[in-house]
Nanobody, 125 residues
Framework: EVQLVESGGGLVQPGGSLRLSCAAS????????MTWVRQAPGKGLEWVSS????????YYADSVKGRFTISTDNARNTLYLQMNSLKSEDTAVYYC??????????????????WGQGTQVTVSS
């Protein structure tokens, strides 16, 4: 059974830092792609960052580029999101998700097939 469990959220002042963790189990973590997605109050889901563990490629939304760093510890089957220089607009529930590639009608799509329960990040003075 696939399980993703986030932790590390909390209240932080603007300019501060937090590190989110996502403990994974039930699949081969080291050969998987993982992503972080967030949802701010009253808004839709926003993709934040992805890591393709098997080739060590990382990608970031423009809104977090240069401030957030995604990484993995394959020995611990854990995904991380280091968040620095936090802003009030980073306030959201942060979810980790497992990425799966699906081939359909000649194209490859990515779906997020398993999600964690989310962890709240609040940036406020």
């Amino acid at each position: 059974e696939v399980q993703l469990v986030e932790s590390g959220g909390g209240l932080v002042q603007p300019g501060g830092s937090l590190r989110l963790s996502c403990a994974a189990s039930g699949f081969t973590f080291s050969s998987s792609a993982m992503t972080w997605v967030r949802q701010a109050p009253g808004k839709g889901l926003e993709w934040v960052s992805s890591i393709y563990n098997y080739i060590s490629n990382t990608y970031y939304a423009d809104s977090v580029k240069g401030r957030f760093t995604i990484s993995t510890d394959n020995a611990r089957n854990t995904l991380y999101l280091q968040m620095n220089s936090l802003k009030s607009e980073d306030t959201a529930v942060y979810y980790c998700a497992k990425v799966r590639s699906v081939y359909y009608s000649g194209s490859i799509y990515e779906i997020y097939d398993y999600w964690g329960q989310g962890t709240q990040v609040t940036v406020s003075s």
